[in-house]
């Protein structure tokens, strides 16, 4: 056989492997592959590319940790891997895996704080995520962190947590009392989270609470008792735990500041951390000649003009409660 022949044969050989070596390298990268789902893995700060391609082939996110490794530096993105965890769901390709880590699309995961927490239960919560690291060591009053879910990263610091919270109250106060009905009995932003605490306690029908803070911004005009009995729920507990009781006669007669129907006026502090539409509801109270109301047996409230149109109300919830 010509050796001109034999070498030209051998060549379109050697082109038709190497085409084939490429067409299944490209696969194997740009080729979407099920995985067992949602695989994660935490990359370290200064962890190097083979150690990121021998843990994404360990959580069976990729197959070929080499393979992996020579993309990302024919790429230029072993230079720009960000730490972080990251979170992969199926069906994933190597280059998204790649792309994803280098474009540093790391996952956050959320925790609530629930609207009229005590500021210690709200503490207990975050103390409680294990995702997050190290202590609390930030001073935090009642009322100072606003109930909302916030995102953050695994090993993000408590604090940081907390301080988001502390903003966000500080923008929803802030927020609020610049939007505030004028000639209202409240002098600062400090007494208008303190009215938003006693409305958040009082209600969680967000149709009623402009109401509810009417009633209590007209007794506070006619210098009247507020005679809230969440007020007295803290003064015993002082935002510790539950009372987990109804309040009786002697509970009524307990001499605290928070004990509004022995002192005029607005407890010292809040009582709960208040909600945006529990600050909205202080700052613009219904328009209304409500002094009273009682729970209606259907999860809301009975409102009323006079204490004698009151006590019907109380005796008709007190008939639904038999």
Same mark, same amino acid.
């Given at each position: 056989?010509?050796?001109?022949?034999?070498?030209?044969?051998?060549?379109?050989?050697?082109?038709?492997?190497?085409?084939?070596?490429?067409?299944?390298?490209?696969?194997?990268?740009? @080729?979407?592959?099920?995985?067992?789902?949602?695989?994660?893995?935490?990359?370290?700060?200064?962890?190097?590319?083979?150690?990121?391609?021998?843990?994404?082939?360990?959580?069976?996110?990729?197959?070929?940790?080499?393979?992996?490794?020579?993309?990302?530096?024919?790429?230029?993105?072993?230079? +720009?891997? =960000? /730490?972080?965890?990251?979170?992969?769901?199926?069906?994933?390709?190597?280059?998204?895996?790649? =792309? $994803?880590?280098?474009?540093?699309?790391?996952?956050?995961?959320?925790?609530?704080?629930?609207?009229? *927490?005590?500021?210690?239960?709200?503490?207990? *919560?975050?103390?409680?995520?294990?995702?997050?690291?190290?202590?609390?060591?930030?001073?935090?009053?009642?009322?100072?962190?606003?109930?909302?879910?916030?995102?953050?990263?695994?090993?993000? +610091?408590?604090?940081?947590?907390?301080?988001?919270?502390?903003?966000?109250?500080?923008?929803?106060?802030? @927020?609020?009392? #610049?939007?505030?009905?004028?000639?209202?009995?409240? $002098?600062?932003? $400090?007494? *208008?989270?303190?009215?938003?605490?006693?409305?958040? =306690?009082?209600?969680?029908?967000? +149709?009623?609470?402009?109401?509810?803070?009417?009633?209590?911004?007209?007794?506070?005009?006619?210098?009247?008792? !507020?005679?809230?009995?969440?007020?007295?729920?803290?003064?015993?507990?002082?935002?510790?735990?539950?009372?987990? @009781?109804? !309040?009786?006669?002697?509970?009524?007669?307990?001499?605290?500041?928070?004990?509004?129907?022995?002192?005029?006026?607005? &407890? &010292?502090?809040?009582?709960?951390?208040?909600?945006?539409?529990?600050? #909205? /509801?202080?700052?613009?109270?219904?328009?209304?000649?409500? *002094?009273?109301?009682?729970?209606?047996?259907?999860?809301?409230?009975?409102?009323?003009?006079?204490?004698?149109?009151?006590?019907?109300?109380? @005796?008709?919830?007190?008939?639904?409660?038999?």
């Amino acid at each position: 056989m010509n050796k001109k022949i034999m070498i030209r044969k051998l060549l379109i050989v050697v082109i038709a492997c190497a085409m084939l070596a490429g067409w299944q390298i490209r696969d194997m990268i740009y @080729r979407q592959r099920e995985i067992n789902t949602p695989a994660n893995i935490i990359i370290n700060k200064g962890e190097t590319t083979a150690a990121v391609a021998n843990d994404l082939y360990a959580s069976g996110i990729i197959t070929r940790p080499l393979l992996f490794r020579l993309m990302a530096r024919i790429s230029g993105m072993d230079k +720009s891997l =960000k /730490a972080g965890e990251y979170i992969f769901e199926s069906p994933v390709s190597m280059y998204e895996v790649i =792309k $994803k880590i280098a474009n540093g699309d790391v996952s956050y995961r959320k925790i609530t704080l629930p609207e009229g *927490l005590t500021t210690k239960q709200m503490l207990d *919560l975050i103390n409680n995520e294990n995702m997050l690291s190290g202590e609390i060591t930030l001073d935090v009053k009642e009322g100072e962190l606003l109930p909302e879910t916030y995102s953050f990263m695994r090993g993000d +610091s408590k604090n940081s947590l907390v301080l988001q919270a502390k903003l966000a109250m500080l923008e929803a106060i802030n @927020r609020a009392w #610049d939007k505030r009905q004028e000639n209202l009995p409240i $002098k600062n932003k $400090k007494q *208008l989270l303190i009215l938003a605490s006693i409305i958040e =306690k009082e209600t969680a029908i967000d +149709s009623e609470r402009a109401l509810v803070a009417s009633v209590f911004v007209n007794r506070l005009v006619k210098g009247m008792r !507020l005679q809230t009995d969440p007020t007295v729920i803290y003064a015993i507990t002082q935002g510790k735990t539950e009372l987990n @009781r109804n !309040l009786n006669r002697k509970d009524l007669a307990i001499d605290s500041p928070y004990n509004t129907y022995k002192y005029y006026g607005l &407890p &010292p502090m809040p009582i709960c951390n208040p909600g945006k539409a529990s600050l #909205d /509801a202080a700052a613009n109270p219904e328009d209304s000649d409500f *002094l009273f109301f009682v729970a209606d047996g259907k999860g809301g409230h009975n409102f009323a003009t006079s204490l004698k149109q009151h006590n019907n109300n109380v @005796r008709s919830w007190k008939k639904q409660k038999k």
